[in-house]
């Protein structure tokens, strides 16, 4: 996939461009991404695309911005994983004064050279969001442009999918729903800090991720999860919160890589991703107290059935992928 971002390229073709923030890239993202990859196969010499704004920079919803579900490098390898050849992914405050007009002229038109463009039913732009898709459509037309709208996609109780449901499910814990409709499991894609390498002392090693701000976190609690290091995946059990038995002065994801005896992690980057909510996070009497823990912690993880480390398909309503 080639990055846009912060150059002077343009696409070598046309282009059907997928518009979003795509900060989830839950069901309703992607159905919206596979019909401009499927629009762009039907046209030959068009090649499928995205435009989303960095999540990170987005402020217009809200006094504290946009809380991330995605990184912005996992956002991008899910979006290449899907089979996107292009990206634009420009800052939020550069671009939010741009009138609609403006924006459909150098965004969609010159930069990213569309040919059609694909977007949702709730597709905002122009400055101050006074933009919908129908003057979208209108503004495309002008250019020669032509746009497709795709209608919301639903679970199975007819609840319209949405990063705000998604965040709501991880917020509370139920991190089971929340991979459902993301088509994904929630992931942490980040480095490895230095902690107070107590874990070792008890025969239970751990590595410390340290969550960034604006990062959407989730219930403080004990998760199965499974971590991707060296190449290789394991399961693991994550503490996601602030360990008040040792204390930690930010929230953090603290891991135990379960069967992992390599090298130490420490400025590596691991991929942790989150796979069922075990139980509350506790503050222990002392170590031995948490040692037993993890150890019974380590045994539930073990029991859970393998086919819950896979990924879980949902049933949506206008889910033709």
């Keep these: 996939m080639v990055d846009l971002t912060g150059t002077n390229d343009v696409p070598k073709n046309f282009t059907a461009v997928a518009m979003g923030l795509f900060d989830g890239l839950h069901y309703g993202h992607r159905t919206v991404?596979?019909?401009a990859i499927d629009i762009?196969?039907?046209n030959p010499g068009t090649d499928p695309a995205v435009f989303t704004f960095d999540t990170a920079s987005v402020t217009s919803k809200g006094a504290g911005g946009v809380e991330c579900i995605l990184s912005r490098d996992m956002k991008f390898e899910l979006i290449e994983a899907l089979?996107?050849?292009?990206?634009?992914?420009?800052?939020f405050m550069n671009f939010k004064d741009l009138t609609g007009e403006e924006f459909v002229e150098l965004v969609i038109c010159d930069k990213l050279a569309a040919k059609f463009v694909i977007c949702g039913e709730d597709f905002r732009f122009g400055k101050?969001?006074?933009?919908?898709v129908k003057e979208l459509d209108r503004l495309c037309r002008k250019q020669?442009?032509?746009?497709y709208v795709v209608p919301p996609v639903r679970e199975n109780r007819g609840e319209r999918i949405s990063s705000t449901m998604i965040r709501e499910l991880i917020r509370d814990g139920k991190i089971e729903t929340a991979n459902m409709l993301l088509g994904s499991q929630f992931t942490l894609k980040l480095p490895v800090a230095y902690g107070k390498q107590l874990g070792r002392t008890i025969d239970f090693p751990t590595i410390n991720q340290y969550l960034p701000k604006r990062q959407v976190t989730p219930k403080y609690g004990v998760y199965a999860?499974?971590?991707?290091?060296?190449g290789r995946i394991y399961k693991s059990v994550t503490?996601?919160?602030?360990?008040?038995?040792?204390?930690s002065d930010a929230p953090l994801a603290e891991t135990y890589i379960i069967g992992y005896s390599g090298e130490e992690l420490y400025g590596e980057t691991a991929k942790v991703s989150l796979i069922a909510f075990i139980r509350p996070e506790i503050k222990f009497d002392g170590m031995d107290e948490l040692k037993r823990q993890i150890a019974e912690d380590t045994a539930a993880v073990m029991a859970i059935p393998e086919s819950k480390y896979l990924?879980?398909?949902c049933r949506c309503s206008s889910d033709n992928m």
């Design 225 to 230: 999860s499974k971590t991707e290091v060296c």
């Design 239 to 247: 503490n996601i919160g602030v360990k008040p038995t040792v204390g």
């Design 33 to 35: 991404i596979r019909y």
């Design 40 to 42: 762009a196969e039907q």
């Design 83 to 91: 089979g996107v050849r292009y990206i634009y992914s420009p800052d």
């Design 311 to 313: 990924y879980t398909r």
């Design 128 to 132: 101050g969001a006074e933009c919908g």
């Design 144 to 147: 020669g442009v032509k746009l």
